[in-house]
């Protein structure tokens, strides 16, 4: 599980490498769900197969997934993944690994820098931290970020 720190160091890592906040935070949003989809896979959670209900293997990657999620033919994952290899600016190389033990995806910056064991690039943070955008109390269209588990709602005056 990865901390609020980690979010900030990646983010601010991306930004000094040239990617744009918002590509950013969405390769963390697509870390995110490619690490639920590992964590599937491994424990045989829906959509994954589990060797008990109707599975449909995927043409593209040869995996078994519930019927229910493919969408356009492709199985869940292979659909998060093109996204991750259309939203990665040029210059940026993603790696996605299917093991939910650590990083399933990083991402290899131009300048080689590198905060993996094996230095292969900089992994991106998923799990409980999803920074958000809200709109901050009184200002309109001024947005702040938050983390999704950092204060409920009311406390934030979001409702």
């Not at 160091?9 to 590992?38: K, N, S």
């Not at 990657?61 to 659909?79: K, Y």
């Not at 292969?120 to 943070?125: A, K, L, N, Q, R």
Request: hydrophobic fraction near 35%.
């Amino acid at each position: 599980m990865y901390n609020q720190k980690d979010r900030d160091d990646f983010l601010i890592r991306m930004l000094q490498e040239g990617m744009t906040r918002a590509t950013a935070m969405r390769m963390m949003c697509y870390a995110t769900t490619l690490h639920r989809l590992a964590d599937a896979q491994c424990n045989g959670d829906y959509p994954a197969d589990n060797g008990e209900r109707s599975v449909k293997t995927c043409a593209v990657c040869g995996m078994c997934w519930s019927p229910a999620s493919f969408r356009s033919g492709m199985c869940p994952d292979c659909r998060t993944t093109a996204l991750v290899h259309a939203a990665i600016p040029a210059g940026f190389t993603a790696i996605i690994n299917g093991d939910p033990r650590g990083a399933v995806l990083k991402i290899v910056v131009p300048s080689g820098y590198t905060n993996d064991w094996g230095a292969v690039g900089v992994c991106v943070p998923s799990s409980r931290y999803i920074a958000r955008t809200v709109p901050q109390r009184g200002t309109g269209t001024a947005l702040r970020e938050c983390s999704i588990l950092q204060e409920p709602h009311h406390k934030r005056g979001i409702l």
